[in-house]
């Protein structure tokens, strides 16, 4: 309780203008989902490991920081086509080495979660608010919601391999939308990226921008913490 009113206090400071405080309007939410890299974990560097793997095994240079925030925010296949793009035939022969010889397992160890995330799904949880991740990983996240113990505290996992276009289609929130019965007004999607944001505009419903303050958003969060006191239409009252 104490660590929640210092994170509401250091919220109202930072959105001090003008000698008042930005108040957020507080509104009813069902569900809350969340994407995976860069939300749940700060998956940076296994991401960069991965891939560029992958480039050198295939004697292409490492990648770019462009590549790399590329590949971070999307599914391994477009990341590899994207890495050897105009080159078709060495992107079959990457697609071939990661199927045959890249354990991708090996991976989750870089993963490092983010803080406050298990304390703020367990409130949510108790709170009966519906919890779901909607991700354009493919076959890591089964290991991954095993080895951090995620399982109980999500009732929907929706993955590149559960639709038949991935993210920023809103296939992949539809589903989640229909399996939990909830409306999309009350349903908050939690993302990092343009491909998040993308995603939440396309899906209609409303997106709230984790530390990446430059998204078009209808609210932002630096800490897990926050969207406790954020839940929120993102419109403000006068101080």
């Known amino acids: 309780m104490i660590k929640l009113l210092a994170m509401t206090k250091d919220i109202e400071r930072k959105s001090e203008k003008k000698g008042s405080i930005e108040r957020w309007v507080p509104f009813p939410v069902d569900c809350v989902i969340y994407d995976c890299d860069g939300v749940l974990f700060d998956s940076l560097e296994a991401n960069s490991r991965l891939y560029n793997h992958i480039a050198t095994s295939m004697g292409r240079a490492p990648l770019t920081g462009e590549e790399v925030y590329y590949c971070h925010t999307h599914t391994v296949h477009e990341s590899i086509r994207y890495m050897f793009r105009g080159d078709e035939e060495l992107g079959n022969?990457?697609?071939n080495f990661l199927k045959q010889n890249v354990d991708m397992v090996q991976f989750i160890s870089y993963l490092k979660m983010e803080p406050n995330l298990m304390e703020v799904l367990q409130i949510l949880k108790e709170r009966g608010i519906k919890r779901a991740i909607c991700t354009n990983r493919t076959t890591t996240m089964g290991p991954i919601m095993e080895r951090f113990g995620l399982r109980p505290f999500f009732d929907?996992?929706?993955t590149a391999l559960d639709t038949s276009k991935p993210k920023p289609d809103p296939e992949s929130v539809s589903i989640?939308?229909?399996?939990?019965n909830?409306?999309?007004d009350r349903v908050l999607y939690i993302g990092d990226s343009e491909v998040d944001m993308e995603t939440a505009g396309s899906s209609g419903v409303r997106f709230i921008a984790y530390k990446n303050p430059s998204l078009k958003a209808d609210g932002y969060i630096d800490d897990h913490?926050?969207?406790l006191t954020f839940l929120s239409n993102g419109k403000s009252l006068p101080g």
């Open 93 to 95: 022969k990457a697609l």
């Open 156 to 158: 929907v996992v929706v």
């Open 176 to 180: 989640i939308i229909q399996k939990l």
């Open 182 to 184: 909830v409306e999309k």
């Open 225 to 227: 913490l926050s969207l």
